[in-house]
């Protein structure tokens, strides 16, 4: 399964955060794509893989205990209007909540993410 991984692209208050993503066409393949993130040691350890994808069939996204990031990181992925590629935002909880900041979190993974993979439209 081809996957890039952008380790440790944020950290606040304890909290850090990885991308990663790669092709996919369905919300089975995006299952099997975390369950292969997960495989990866320090994966394994991570709270949260909240994940999101524009497939032929449509939206499918999985906030997996994140509340609203599968919506947020799905929002990017129609403005820069990649389909059939999943996104996945790991978070290692830090013990400190983060407020609305997880979402700018989120938000900026994505953006890093977007600029590796279809450099100037992640805008």
């Not at 394994?44 to 069939?57: G, M, N, Q, R, V």
């Not at 609203?68 to 400190?96: C, D, F, P, Q, S």
Request: charged letters at 25%; glycine letters at 12%; aromatic letters at 6%.
């Amino acid at each position: 399964m081809v996957m890039l991984v952008l380790d440790s692209v944020i950290s606040d208050r304890g909290s850090r955060y990885a991308v990663s993503g790669g092709p996919c066409r369905s919300g089975n393949e995006a299952t099997a794509f975390v369950d292969d993130l997960r495989r990866r040691k320090k994966f394994a350890k991570a709270t949260h893989h909240s994940w999101a994808l524009l497939a032929e069939t449509g939206p499918e996204k999985d906030d997996d205990g994140e509340s609203g990031a599968g919506v947020v990181i799905l929002r990017m992925l129609e403005r820069a209007n990649l389909r059939n590629h999943v996104i996945v935002v790991t978070r290692w909880y830090g013990g400190k909540h983060l407020g609305g900041d997880r979402f700018r979190h989120v938000q900026d993974c994505v953006r890093t993410y977007l600029d590796h993979v279809t450099p100037g439209s992640a805008g």
